[in-house]
Structure formats: C-alpha cells, structure tokens
Nanobody
Framework: QVQLVESGGGSVQAGGSLRLSCTVSGTVSSDNIINIGWYRQVPGEDRELVASRSRGGIINYAESVKGRFIIPRNTADETVALQMYNLKPEDTAVYFC??????????????WGQGTQVTVSS
C-alpha cells in the first residue's frame, strides 16, 4: 500500500504565500518514485498539473504558475513541497499530491493524496 500524506493549504489574500508538502510512505522506496508533483482541480473542471519533479530531478511547471510557484530542491526524495508566492484568486482550487511509483506488485501505478483546499481571496 502507498500513502501520500499532504499538509499545508488554507486561505490567503491575493498576493500572499502558502506552502504545501506531501510525503510518500508505505511499501515504496524513494528510488521507486518515478514522478511526484502537485495537481489542482476546481469544481466542474479537469484536474490539471501544477508542477512536478521526476526521479532525475527535472521539474516542470504549468505556464500559469511559472515564476510564482516553486518545488524546492532541498527536500527528501520521498517528499515534495510546493511553495506558492503571489497567489491569485484563480489559484483557488483543491490541490492534490500525485505520484507515479513502482511497488513490489505494480509498475508505474499512479497514486493520489486526499487533497487540500487553497482559497485565495481578492
């Protein structure tokens, strides 16, 4: 079993900052985390990628958050943080941690965290 435990989130005014953190635990080692990142979803819309980090350390960002959101590099391989600066009302969403991992019984399965609400008021 694999668990993604998220923390952070909350409410902030436009221009403010928040930090999210996610840790992978269970029957998976950090070497078997292929890709880990953050996604977000608003009601009625598809879940979208915000930022992700590959096992090789390559980080990708959605165009809408480039220059404002950062995945810090100084975290353990099984942890991914998302530092969000200059938040905008359109960043309001439920943020999910997602990871593609190899386990003893599956290859490349994708796992989700429970989600955490981020609300940005104008």
């Amino acid at each position: 079993q694999v668990q993604l435990v998220e923390s952070g989130g909350g409410s902030v005014q436009a221009g403010g900052s928040l930090r999210l953190s996610c840790t992978v635990s269970g029957t998976v080692s950090s070497d078997n985390i292929i890709n880990i990142g953050w996604y977000r979803q608003v009601p009625g819309e598809d879940r979208e990628l915000v930022a992700s980090r590959s096992r090789g350390g390559i980080i990708n960002y959605a165009e809408s958050v480039k220059g404002r959101f950062i995945i810090p590099r100084n975290t353990a391989d099984e942890t991914v943080a998302l530092q969000m600066y200059n938040l905008k009302p359109e960043d309001t969403a439920v943020y999910f941690c997602g990871a593609r991992v190899n386990t003893p019984w599956s290859v490349g399965a994708f796992w989700w965290g429970q989600g955490t609400q981020v609300t940005v008021s104008s």
